[in-house]
C-alpha cells in the first residue's frame, strides 16, 4: 500500500506566476483534499475533490483551482501568485468524502517560496 | 463554520512525564475528532480519532477523552519519549460539513 506522495518538495516562483502542485494519493482512496499551512499553523481548509468532482471549497480566491484524475490523483493550481501564498501545501486523500468520519493521510506536503 | 482552539501552543515535559493538550470547539453537532501528529519536514500523521458516541479511547501510550457536553476533547500522552517530540493538531467535523477543522497546534519538547 503506498502513501500519498506530492511533487515537487519545494518550489521557489516570483509573484505573478503560476503554479501547479500534484499529489498521487494513497491507494483505495477516492477522496482528495488540498490544504495551507502557513508557518506555525494549523492546515487551511482550499478545497476537496470526491470521485473527480469539486465536493467542498474552503475561503481561498477563485485564482486557487484543481482538478482529480480518474485515478484519483490531483493537482492543485494557483494564478496570480502573491507574497501570501507562500507556505506549505498539503495534500490529503481519504475514503468517501462525503462521509467525512475517516482520517486523512497526508503527503508530506509542497514547500511554496513566493519572492 | 467549526471554530477549533487548542492549548497550550507550547508544551515541555521530561521524559517519561505526561503531557496533555486540550482542544474545544464550537458546534455542537460536531460528531468526528481525530488527532494529527506532525514531525519537522512531513505532513501530519493520524495517531488516534474518537466519535462523538465515545467518552475515551486508548491505543498503548496515548488516550483521547471528549466531552461533549462542555464540546471539549483532550490528548493525552503517557509516559513521553524524546521521539513523541512534534506537533500536534486536533482537528474537529462539524455535523454540517465533511470537512475537519484543525486547531493551530501545539508544539511538544520532550527533555531526555
Known amino acids: 500500500e503506498t502513501g500519498v506522495t506530492q511533487s515537487p518538495t519545494h518550489l521557489i516562483k516570483t509573484r505573478g506566476q503560476q503554479v501547479t502542485l500534484r499529489c498521487s494519493s494513497q491507494s483505495g482512496h477516492n477522496t482528495v483534499s488540498w490544504y495551507q499551512q502557513a508557518l506555525g499553523q494549523g492546515p487551511q481548509f482550499i478545497f476537496q475533490y470526491y470521485r473527480e468532482e469539486e465536493n467542498g471549497r474552503g475561503n481561498f480566491p477563485p485564482r486557487f483551482s484543481g482538478l482529480q484524475f480518474p485515478n484519483y490523483s490531483s493537482e492543485l493550481n494557483v494564478n496570480a501568485l502573491e507574497l501570501d501564498d507562500s507556505a506549505l501545501y498539503l495534500c490529503?486523500?481519504?475514503?468517501?468524502?462525503?462521509?467525512?468520519?475517516?482520517?486523512?493521510?497526508f503527503g508530506s506536503g509542497t514547500r511554496l517560496t513566493v519572492v | 463554520g467549526e471554530n477549533v482552539e487548542q492549548h497550550p501552543s507550547t508544551l515541555s515535559v521530561q521524559e517519561g512525564d505526561s503531557a496533555v493538550i486540550k482542544c474545544t470547539y464550537s458546534?455542537?453537532?460536531?460528531?468526528?475528532f481525530p488527532w494529527y501528529k506532525q514531525e519537522l519536514g512531513k505532513g501530519p500523521q493520524l495517531i488516534i480519532d474518537i466519535r462523538s458516541n465515545v467518552g475515551e479511547k486508548k491505543d498503548q501510550r496515548i488516550a483521547v477523552t471528549l466531552n461533549k457536553t462542555a464540546k471539549h476533547f483532550s490528548l493525552h500522552i503517557t509516559e513521553t519519549q524524546p521521539e513523541d517530540s512534534a506537533v500536534y493538531f486536533c482537528?474537529?467535523?462539524?455535523?454540517?460539513?465533511?470537512?475537519?477543522?484543525f486547531g493551530r497546534g501545539t508544539s511538544l519538547i520532550v527533555h531526555p
Open positions: 482537528a474537529a467535523r462539524s455535523g454540517g460539513s465533511y470537512i475537519p477543522t
Open positions: 458546534d455542537s453537532a460536531s460528531n468526528y
Open positions: 490529503a486523500s481519504s475514503l468517501d468524502g462525503t462521509k467525512g468520519n475517516y482520517g486523512y493521510t
